[in-house]
């Protein structure tokens, strides 16, 4: 089934019935992507599809304690702690968030909100956690709508809490369900859409069964430039037609592989995708560059590596220096051990 903008937006007045003060709390994976959204439109459309694996050690947990309005108030006022402290510099993102969902959730507006929440993985790693973030987020918000109004279908709570974690952050949008998330719309993928992501409608082949992700941390802490600034460079890039195609190309591709687990096929494409989106950047008006020594020094260990041992390594890269190491769980011991000889960096392991 395929929602539209429309059928998102809060038509019933009617509140139903809460409690006055009470807490949600949900949690939301971290998600990596096989196939990048790179460029977007309109409000938080994407420029192309993009494909993800849902991570399951990587998450964000978020609790929100409620209190309801005496006074209906036009903004929705919060606060929010990150592991115990008082973040004010996430919340002119969170303001923003709220802004935009207000239209599909307007009875955000009846409670005040006290936001406590924290990663799984270390602070300042430097993985997104804006993409769970922003996930528990939307789930809290949809869990209030399902106790408000109880009767409302649980597959299209699923597309919304979608919806809107995507008017957050892009990624979010892929940031709920296991083991794989499909957003935007091609026209060869049955219920694909630029407002929401979808599940792919097989099973992903045995070989992916509880594939792992080595995240490898070459620079901890923030990124230096924002996702923002180069989805808005994908506006006016030189490259900007070639790379739809190529990614839609590459969408309809990753989804075949995933369903007949031809992993030669796999490492290819997503190595490709993962110097593609670097070579996007580097190419930009102006360009820029995220990829530092020690990130090439591992690509090139893992390439040499696979070529010697006929290992199912690979590596895909987020935008930052950071390296994913993708690889089936029966290859896990022998890459483990691999990648501490290769680098002295921290490594968080996970699996998806
Ligand atoms: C390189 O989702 O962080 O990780 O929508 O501006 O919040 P905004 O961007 P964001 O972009 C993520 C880009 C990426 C590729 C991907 O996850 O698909």
Redesign the pocket.
């Known amino acids: 089934m395929n929602f539209t903008e429309k059928d998102f937006i809060q038509r019933n007045n009617q509140i139903g019935e809460a409690a006055d003060n009470f807490t949600i709390e949900q949690e939301a994976p971290s998600n990596i992507?096989l196939v990048?959204?790179?460029g977007?439109h309109a409000l938080?459309l994407p420029m192309n599809p993009?494909v993800?694996f849902t991570l399951h050690e990587s998450k964000t947990i978020t609790s929100a304690q409620l209190k309801r309005n005496e006074k209906p108030s036009e903004k929705v006022k919060f606060t929010f702690y990150l592991e115990g402290e008082h973040r004010k510099d996430f919340e002119p993102k969170i303001a923003n968030f709220f802004n935009r969902i207000i239209e599909y959730a307007p009875f955000i507006q009846e409670y005040e909100w006290i936001f406590n929440s924290k990663n799984t993985f270390p602070h300042s790693s430097g993985i997104?956690s804006?993409?769970s973030g922003f996930a528990a987020l939307a789930k809290i918000v949809i869990k209030l709508e399902q106790q408000l109004f109880p009767d409302v279908d649980t597959n299209y709570l699923q597309a919304k809490a979608s919806f809107l974690a995507r008017l957050g952050?892009?990624?979010?949008a892929r940031s709920l369900a296991h083991p794989a998330m499909i957003w935007g719309k091609h026209p060869k993928i049955k219920g694909s859409s630029d407002l929401y992501a979808i599940q792919p409608d097989f099973d992903l082949h045995p070989i992916f069964h509880n594939f792992q992700d080595s995240i490898i941390l070459v620079e901890k802490g923030q990124k230096k430039i924002s996702?923002?600034v180069g989805?808005d460079l994908m506006n006016t890039h030189p490259y900007k037609n070639i790379r739809k195609i190529q990614a839609f190309d590459n969408s309809l591709q990753m989804l075949n592989i995933l369903q007949n687990g031809n992993l030669k096929d796999f490492i290819k494409l997503v190595e490709e995708e993962a110097l593609g989106?670097h070579a996007l950047m580097m190419t930009s008006q102006p360009n820029y560059l995220l990829m530092q020594a020690e990130t090439l020094k591992i690509i090139h260990a893992i390439r040499a590596y696979r070529k010697t041992n006929k290992a199912n390594i690979c590596f895909t890269l987020?935008?930052g220096a950071n390296v994913h190491v993708l690889y089936p769980e029966n290859e896990a011991e022998s890459t483990l051990a691999f990648l501490h000889k290769t680098t002295n960096c921290d490594i968080i392991h996970d699996h998806i």
Do not use: I
């Open positions: 992507a990048k959204y790179w977007k938080q993009s993800s997104a804006s993409a952050s892009g990624s979010a996702s923002s989805h989106l987020d935008a």
